[in-house]
């Protein structure tokens, strides 16, 4: 189980992002906006946050820009969520800090395998902890 910040500003994506997160054991929290987004990653120290690149206000990539260059943030993984599934888009959140990029509509399994494969990287994670199984 694993405490995932969700940043997305529409009401749909964001339930279907919580839904699938608290199906398999995580801890969902949720910022509807970029600036909420940054202030509750650097309050809550989430394991890993799922960015929507467009937001109203500051968009997904600032947002993320913020995050990496604070010392206490740089080290969460963030994965891009965009509707926009484009090269130049992919190239940016990278560019930005993101460590994934995956396309809306989300599907759960991609989901789960880019989660998965973040949350085993991560340098916060104890040596010998298993993975989450899945219901
Ligand atoms: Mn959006």
């Known amino acids: 189980m694993a405490t995932i910040l969700v940043v997305e500003d529409n009401p749909a994506n964001m339930k279907l992002a919580c839904v699938l997160l608290r199906r398999v054991g995580h801890n969902a929290l949720c910022a509807s906006d970029g600036e909420s987004g940054v202030t509750l990653a650097k309050a809550e120290r989430p394991a890993l946050i799922l960015m929507d690149i467009q937001l109203p206000g500051m968009d997904g990539l600032a947002a993320t820009a913020l995050l ?7 080290d969460i993984p963030v994965v891009a969520l965009t509707a926009m599934a484009m090269k130049e888009d992919q190239d940016k959140s990278r560019l930005a800090g993101c460590a994934a990029y995956i396309a809306k509509p989300l599907r759960y399994l991609e989901l789960y395998e880019v989660i998965d494969t973040l949350l085993a990287q991560s340098p916060g994670r104890l040596p010998g902890q298993a993975l989450e199984t899945r219901p």
């Open 68 to 74: 990496k260059l604070d010392p206490s943030t740089a």
